[in-house]
């Protein structure tokens, strides 16, 4: 049995952990056991099994502390090579409306679990405050050179860019026209708007 000690680290990484176990484990049917220490992680994992129909088992150990066991069946390919062309509309520095400092870490932490997926947006357009979180010093300026290796476009709105005065700050990806941004909403399978 392969096993996930996944105590004391944050959404989303109890679940980033597992899909790699899950995805790396090849044709063997290994049960994997996952140690988490917050429900919201046994949630998150249960979700993502249910979803890949993966059969599971619960255990709490003591008030906060869980082990989930996870039961693949050999040969269950639950990874789509399918792709979906989506783009990724990003209007603001934070994930949300509220509190700053949560709305900052919630976006690092969805840009970090875009790395970690197995279907990547085709394109990141950054607009509006947005255009902040492709200069050089942003919190997520690593994840987005990661998402770039993997072949992602990272575009940044050239209006928002003069707006803002950020020629001289653009780190990573290209400044584009809202022509070409309008061009590839329209081509795209699908688009989301954050």
């Known amino acids: 049995m392969l096993k996930i000690n996944a105590l004391g680290k944050p959404c989303p990484i109890p679940v980033v952990e597992t899909k790699k176990a899950l995805r790396d484990r090849g044709e063997q049917n290994e049960s994997i056991e996952v140690s988490v220490d917050n429900q919201v992680s046994v949630n998150n ?11 599971t088992q619960i255990k709490q150990l003591k008030d906060e ?17 399918v792709k979906e062309d989506t783009v990724l509309m990003i209007g603001s520095k934070t994930l949300g409306k509220g509190d700053s400092a949560l709305g900052d870490l919630l976006m690092k932490s969805y840009i ?7 279907d990547l947006p085709s394109t990141l357009i950054f607009f509006n405050e947005g255009a902040f979180l492709t200069n050089y010093g942003s919190p997520i300026l690593a994840d987005l050179k990661t998402l770039q290796e993997k072949e992602v476009t990272i ?5 928002c860019v003069d707006f ?5 700050k ?3 990806g290209d400044v584009t026209n809202m022509f070409t941004i309008s061009e590839i909403q329209m081509k795209a399978d699908k688009v989301v708007t954050l």
């Open 164 to 168: 803002y005065e950020l020629e001289e």
């Open 112 to 118: 970090y679990s875009l790395t970690e997926l197995d």
């Open 170 to 172: 653009v780190a990573i």
């Open 45 to 55: 994992i249960t979700k993502m099994t249910d979803e890949l129909g993966i059969e």
């Open 65 to 81: 502390y869980f082990t989930i066991t996870l039961m693949p069946k050999k040969g269950l390919d639950n990874f789509s090579n």
């Open 155 to 159: 575009l940044t709105c050239g209006t």
